[in-house]
C-alpha cells in the first residue's frame, strides 16, 4: 500500500481572512526579506491566506486577487470589529497617532471626496519610481492608476497587462481626461500606464515613470520634452470612466 504523505503544520493549506493595520505593508513574490516586493497592502485592505508558514504566509488580497507572500508579524486575523469602510482621498491623514496613504480604508469618518480623478491624480506629482510601490513615498505606474481610481470608487486590477483588460477600447482621436492609456515593448507586451489629460486639442498623461510626472502624448506613445525622445510606445487606450 502506498504511504500516506505526511504535511508539515507549517505547509498545511487553511482557510483564514486576514487584515492589514500598519499603513503599508510590503508583499513579497518569495517568503523571504530580501525577495522582490511586487505590491502593497493599504491599511485596512483584507486578504485570504492561501498558505502559512513559520515566519510566512502566501496571500491573496479580497480586492484585486493579488498573490504574494506577507511577513507574518504584520498582519492580524479579519473579523467584524476590525474591518475598515471608509476610504482615504487625501494623500495621507494622520489620526490616532498614525499615518494612512490615499486609497485606505478605515472605520471613522473622513471627508468627503470632492476631487476629481485628474486632481486626485496630481496629488501624487513628483512621488518618486517604486516597483510595487502604492504610497506617496514611492509608487509604480499601475498602482498609481489602481489607487487614483479606488477614490472615485471604481476598482482597477493591480498590474498594468491585467487593467488593459478592463473598460472599453477606444481610439486616440476620441481620448479624453481620464482614459487610461497602456504601452507596451517590443514583444508587444503591456508594460506601463498612465492617465490621460486633455487640454484643449493637446493630449497629455499623468504617469510613474522616474517619478509621477506629466508627458506630451500621441500615437506614437510619451513623448519626453528634457530629452526629445519617446519613452513607451503607444499599444491602447480604455475608458473606465463612462
Known amino acids: ?6 504535511i508539515h503544520p507549517s505547509q498545511k493549506k487553511i482557510r483564514m481572512k486576514g487584515i492589514n493595520l500598519l499603513p503599508a505593508v510590503p508583499l513579497r513574490k518569495e517568503p523571504s526579506d530580501r525577495s522582490e516586493m511586487v505590491n502593497q497592502l493599504l491599511y485596512g485592505e483584507t486578504f485570504d491566506i492561501l498558505e502559512k508558514q513559520e515566519k510566512w504566509s502566501k496571500i491573496k488580497l479580497s480586492h484585486d486577487k493579488y498573490e504574494g507572500w506577507i511577513d507574518n508579524k504584520q498582519w492580524e486575523i479579519a473579523n467584524r470589529k476590525n474591518i475598515k469602510q471608509n ?14 496613504p490615499l486609497g485606505s480604508f478605515v472605520d471613522f469618518n473622513v471627508s468627503e471626496n470632492k476631487k476629481t480623478l485628474l486632481q486626485t491624480a496630481k496629488l501624487f506629482l ?38 488593459a483588460t478592463q473598460g472599453k477600447k477606444i481610439k486616440l482621436a476620441d481620448a479624453a481626461t481620464n482614459d487610461l492609456a497602456f504601452f507596451s515593448n517590443n514583444e508587444g507586451r503591456i508594460i506601463h500606464v498612465g492617465i490621460i489629460l486633455q487640454e484643449k486639442n493637446n493630449l497629455k498623461i499623468i504617469h510613474a515613470s522616474g517619478k509621477v510626472r506629466i508627458d506630451q502624448l500621441d500615437e506614437r506613445g510619451i513623448y519626453f520634452e528634457d530629452t526629445q525622445t519617446y519613452s513607451h ?9 463612462k
Do not use: E
Open 233 to 241: 510606445a503607444l499599444h491602447s487606450i480604455k475608458r473606465i470612466v
Open 87 to 100: 476610504i482615504i482621498s487625501s494623500l495621507f491623514l494622520k489620526k490616532n497617532n498614525s499615518i494612512y
Open 126 to 163: 513628483n512621488t518618486p519610481y517604486l516597483w510595487g510601490g502604492r504610497t506617496c513615498l514611492g509608487i509604480d505606474c499601475s498602482g498609481f492608476t489602481q489607487v487614483v481610481f479606488r477614490t472615485a470608487g471604481i476598482k482597477l486590477m493591480r498590474d498594468a497587462y491585467q487593467q
Open 1 to 6: 500500500p502506498l504511504k500516506q504523505q505526511l
